[in-house]
């Protein structure tokens, strides 16, 4: 007979170009497989709006779909293709709650940084799609912060918020997101007073996290190769364990499954992530979106908010979508300026993940777009 591997990644890509309205032909010499195929586009024929025309939610499905993609091979793809089969779109998407939860909120904290113990500091991973985040919620009128525990990181979001604001009018009443850095956990300080006292200062309603470090369940935090990170990790995981005490939605956004919110996942991430029972996140979240490279996670979220705004509102606020110029700068800054290292390669190049930024990430922000405004 064939393998798992195949269909599964066949029907995600004709099922995305299908809701472009592309008209899609899927071939294959097995009569199980073929029959598989027919009935899974049955299935998805019968989650479709009665109308021809792709109503927001399923919008949204396929802005996620289109992140669903492993490039690194760290073990997502296997855990996406298991949630398939077993039939569990509640961890499998989570965008559209995440996305129309966050329409709502007032104050938003949006946590990233990820040390990267070999270079010497974090990596291009995380604060571009903090950013994408930031300004999607800016731009809908939100009061963001930026925590980030690594001073280049807190002086690169300054730099690329300043950038931001200089394009906006004069007469704009939208207050520009506030960038906090957190000392590392090595300074000594008592965190759980510093962060109760952020709490109890800014007043969130919704924290996000995205390429963050989270606790496993020795109480470590651990790199992708399940070694130790802690002293240099502040625990702001922390505030996704008391949200639940204090009524504060949670997002987390992760690749590899040591990030904070991961813990949703932790069966399939202990199963199929490369030292997974070592490094696996023990803290939760209330909406997971999980994503080849977590920036695509935050540019995805951005789409997503584009694309229900447009839908409560009526207005087509395109500055709500990923601006290209502004992460190109971001990647620049990153790499010229601070000095910001790619994850797999601990190297100063203006890469992601192991994928250059120009053209990978650069055309996966296309697609998003082109989604978001297909409704």
């Keep these: ?111 990233t940084g990820f040390y990267i113990l070999s ?9 571009p799609g903090a950013f994408a985040i930031a300004r999607a919620l800016w731009r809908l009128g939100k009061r963001v912060f930026v925590l980030i525990d690594h001073e280049g990181g807190a002086k690169l979001m300054e730099d690329i918020i300043r950038e931001a604001q200089s394009s906006l009018p004069t007469e704009t009443s939208l207050v520009a997101p506030s960038v906090i850095l957190c000392p590392m956990r090595s300074s000594g300080i008592d965190y759980e007073k510093y962060l109760t006292e952020l709490l109890q200062k800014h007043n969130p309603d919704h924290v996000v996290s995205i390429e963050r470090p989270c606790r496993a369940r020795d109480n470590l935090y651990h790199n992708m190769r399940g070694l130790d990170i802690t002293q240099y990790t502040a625990p702001l995981d922390w505030f996704f364990l008391e949200a639940a005490k204090r009524s504060i939605r949670t997002v987390g956004v992760g690749d590899g499954g040591n990030e904070i919110g991961m813990l949703n996942l932790l069966p399939y991430i202990e199963k199929h992530v490369p030292n997974g029972p070592v490094l696996a996140s023990a803290v939760g979240c209330d909406y997971l979106i999980s994503a080849g490279v977590s920036n695509w996670g935050g540019y995805a979220i951005a789409a997503a908010l584009y694309a229900l705004h447009r839908d409560r509102s009526g207005q087509d606020d395109q500055s709500i979508l990923v601006d290209v110029h502004l992460e190109k700068k971001i990647v620049q800054f990153m790499t010229e300026k601070y000095g910001i290292v790619d994850g797999p390669l601990a190297k100063v190049v203006p890469f992601i993940d192991g994928l250059p930024f120009d053209p990978d990430h650069l055309q996966l922000i296309s697609q998003l777009e082109a989604a978001a405004k297909s409704h």
């Excluded at 997502?76 to 998407?93: A, C, H, N, S, V």
């Design 119 to 127: 270079a010497g500091t974090i990596e291009t991973d995380g604060p």
């Design 1 to 111: 007979t064939i393998e798992t591997d195949g269909p599964p990644g066949a029907f995600a890509i004709a099922r995305a170009l299908w809701r472009l309205g592309k008209r899609v032909f899927v071939l294959i010499d097995h009569e199980g497989g073929a029959k598989l195929m027919e009935d899974i586009i049955r299935e998805a024929q019968s989650s479709l709006p009665t109308d021809t025309t792709m109503n927001t939610k399923s919008t949204i499905q396929l802005i996620e779909d289109i992140i669903h993609v492993d490039p690194g091979n760290r073990g997502l793809g296997k855990i996406w293709t298991d949630l398939q089969i077993e039939k569990r779109p509640d961890l499998l998407y989570n965008l559209y709650g995440a996305v129309e939860s966050m329409y709502d909120a007032k104050t938003v904290f949006v946590l």
